[in-house]
């Protein structure tokens, strides 16, 4: 609010210093002679059109003229023209009166000064209202932005509250399945597992997280998953050192390989490989998993099998980055199934 003041009293103050320079200059072309006196006049000038011009402004104010749509607003600016260009006609005379004693003025003349002023009143009135309206629009836009960030931010924290619950379910099937089959294992599970926790708990209260972080909770995780699947589960990667300091979704890659041991690992009794390739390219973050089986050409097969993963994946990269991240489930060679994410290197928004 200051900082419009501030601009308003600038451009009422400039706008008419420059109405009076223009004056002066093409009075000069003219080959009029500029005299003392007549530059006094124009300082009345431009004092009663500054004073008039914030009257004006201060009634527009108050009949709240500014929140009309612009049919019902076009009549009402002549009207308030037209009026205001009389008020300064008439200050102008009093002034002049005042400072330089009787002035003979007839009809015409007066007719086509107030001619004159009503003309400027409206283009003054064209100014004010486009330059209202145009802050008015930016305001409702960072309103709209602010408010879509947060809807968003919302909608984030919604979608990262579900990832440790799910995450916690499946860890805990994995140390059940070992209880009895493996008790010491079991134990060194429920330690691997608490540390798991503690580092998914952390990575909830922030948008994003170093890669060398999210690696270490995949490692951990796949470690955990070994201990149930032994020698069923193959897990082979490939990583980028550069990758390391590159900002990602917490459990943006956990995630997607928790699905490829879900759906390309558990249901094999034979097992398989799960390969894990991370490279950056061109400044961006290139994720590819790949694991056994087949996908279906139904895309509501595909969502149906892959199931809360995907999805959670899907709307979290579609809410910090838009177009800008890609996310690709596609079948790929020698009956394999590939998971492909993208992720940019930009600043967040939310």
């Known amino acids: 609010m200051q900082e419009m003041r501030k601009t308003y009293i600038a451009l009422q103050l400039g706008g008419w210093l420059l109405y009076i320079i223009l004056a002066i200059v093409t009075n000069m072309l003219q080959g009029q002679l500029v005299t003392i006196a007549m ?14 011009s ?31 260009a009389f008020l300064f006609q008439l200050l102008y005379v009093i002034a002049n009166w005042l400072f330089f004693g009787s002035e003979s003025y007839n009809f015409v003349e007066i007719a086509i000064q107030i001619l004159n002023w009503t003309v400027l009143f409206v283009l003054w ?4 209202f486009a330059f209202h309206f145009f802050q008015r629009y930016k305001s409702e ?20 509250s579900q990832l440790n619950p799910h995450f916690i379910f499946n860890s805990m099937n994995t140390i059940r399945a070992l209880i009895d089959e493996d008790p010491v294992k079991a134990k060194k599970s429920v330690t ?7 580092n998914t708990l952390l990575m909830g209260r922030k948008k994003t997280v170093p890669f060398s972080e ?9 470690d955990l998953e070994k201990k149930r ?40 009794p034979e097992g398989g490989e799960i390969k894990l390739k991370v490279e950056v390219k061109d400044g961006e973050l290139h994720v590819c998993i790949v694991n056994p089986g087949k996908l279906g050409s139904d895309q509501k ?44 290197n930009k600043t967040l928004s939310i």
């Open 54 to 84: 914030h009257l004006y402004r201060n009634l527009i104010i108050k009949l709240r003229w500014t929140e009309l749509r612009l049919l019902p607003l076009i009549p009402r600016v002549m009207v308030g023209s037209v009026s205001f």
């Open 125 to 128: 009135s064209v100014i004010y």
């Open 229 to 268: 699947y032994e020698e069923r589960l193959h897990f082979e990667a490939d990583i980028d050192q550069r990758a390391m300091k590159f900002e990602v979704p917490g459990m943006i890659v956990q995630t997607m390989v928790e699905n490829s041991i879900k759906h390309g690992i558990a249901h094999l």
């Open 301 to 344: 097969y595909i969502d149906k099998r892959t199931g809360f993963g995907v999805i959670n994946t899907r709307q979290r990269l579609n809410l910090l980055y838009g177009e800008d991240a890609d996310f690709q489930l596609r079948n790929g060679e020698n009956e394999t199934v590939e998971t492909y994410i993208k992720i940019p």
């Open 192 to 198: 691997q597992l608490s540390n798991l926790l503690r």
């Open 141 to 160: 836009e960072i309103k709209n932005l602010t408010w879509e960030a947060h809807k968003n931010e919302v909608e984030l924290n919604k979608l990262k």
């Open 214 to 222: 999210e690696w270490q909770l995949v490692q951990d995780y796949v």
């Open 39 to 52: 530059l006094f006049q124009y300082l009345i000038a431009y004092l009663v059109g500054v004073l008039s």
